[in-house]
């Protein structure tokens, strides 16, 4: 079967990498998920961990039929045929689960925001185990004051601390895609950290900051907040550029944003 370009196909096949990943996070007795299984070479390291229950969430159809055939003689393996974009992972997602997932490129930052954006927080999720483009893993990881701190870093650090993050070279896959990857482990920060009502607020300011990154922040500020409501929030200085706004600023915004 030929690799599909447009779901992503670039199948891992270097076994120390593999070994690697998946050795990030206790696996023994845990109920773990995989997004975008392939042909399952994080699939076979993570069985040989003894997890509780493993649920495989793969798109391409005659994939998934194949992962079925494959793990029909281990009982806690469930395959989901579907597009994890569609599924209410949410709701399928157990307690304590880890999630793992060498992402389709294409839709890797929509992933992560979706698990971002989970509604009940503390998440079911104890570790998320992902890997992306590295460009699109500098946006993610971007600290303030730096070239990659945007949008996708500050929805990021609102709701995950990062634990570790390792590169991997384009030869440990087949087909070889063009970009070196990176491998990032986070965890869900605790509920009481968190001050919003509803993370999609905080994706939508950021959004509006950030789709005019030279324009200053007096311009668009006031757009969405009044005189009084912008005085209180003691940290902004309007003269500045939105990189210039620590993620604090944006929470604090996002927050007087709620209330109105
Ligand atoms: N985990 C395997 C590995 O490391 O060899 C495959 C990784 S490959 C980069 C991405 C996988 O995600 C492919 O198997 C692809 O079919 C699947 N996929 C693509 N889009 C998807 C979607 N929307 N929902 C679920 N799986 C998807």
């Known amino acids: 079967m030929n690799p599909k370009k447009s779901l992503g196909q670039n199948f891992l096949i270097d076994k120390n990498i593999i070994k690697k990943i ?18 399952g070479a994080l ?19 005659k994939l998934s039929k194949e992962l079925v055939f494959k793990y029909s003689q281990h009982k806690q393996v469930k395959v989901i045929s579907g597009d994890v974009l569609k599924l209410d992972l949410e709701r399928i997602i157990l307690k304590n689960s880890i999630i793992f997932g060498n992402l389709p490129y294409n839709i ?15 998440p079911n999720f104890s570790d998320l185990v992902l ?19 945007g949008r996708l870093s500050i929805l990021t650090s609102y ?24 491998v990032i482990h986070f965890q869900p920060k605790k509920e009481a950290e968190l001050s919003l009502r509803d993370t999609s607020n905080l994706e939508k300011i950021t959004q509006f900051f950030f789709s005019n ?46 209330k109105k």
Not at 22 to 39: A, R
Not at 163 to 179: D, E, G, M, R
Request: aromatic share 10%; hydrophobic share 40%; net charge positive.
């Open 22 to 39: 998946v050795s990030l996070v206790k696996i023994k007795n845990k109920n773990i998920i995989e997004i975008g299984p392939g042909k």
């Open 43 to 61: 699939t076979d390291e993570i069985l040989k961990q003894f997890p509780k229950s493993l649920f495989l969430i793969e798109k391409d159809e």
């Open 108 to 122: 890797s930052s929509q992933i992560l925001v979706k698990l971002i954006k989970f509604k009940t927080w503390t």
């Open 131 to 149: 890997m992306f483009q590295k460009e699109l893993a500098n946006k993610i990881t971007g600290k303030f004051n730096t070239k990659h701190y």
């Open 159 to 182: 709701r995950l601390n990062i634990i570790q993050k390792f590169l991997i070279s384009n030869n440990c896959f087949f087909p070889k895609p063009k970009v070196i990857s990176q």
């Open 213 to 258: 990154k030279r324009k200053m922040v007096n311009k668009k500020i006031k757009n969405i907040l009044s005189e009084s409501e912008i005085k209180k929030i003691r940290e902004l200085k309007l003269n500045l550029r939105p990189s210039n706004l620590k993620p604090e600023v944006y929470f604090k915004i996002t927050q007087i944003f709620e």
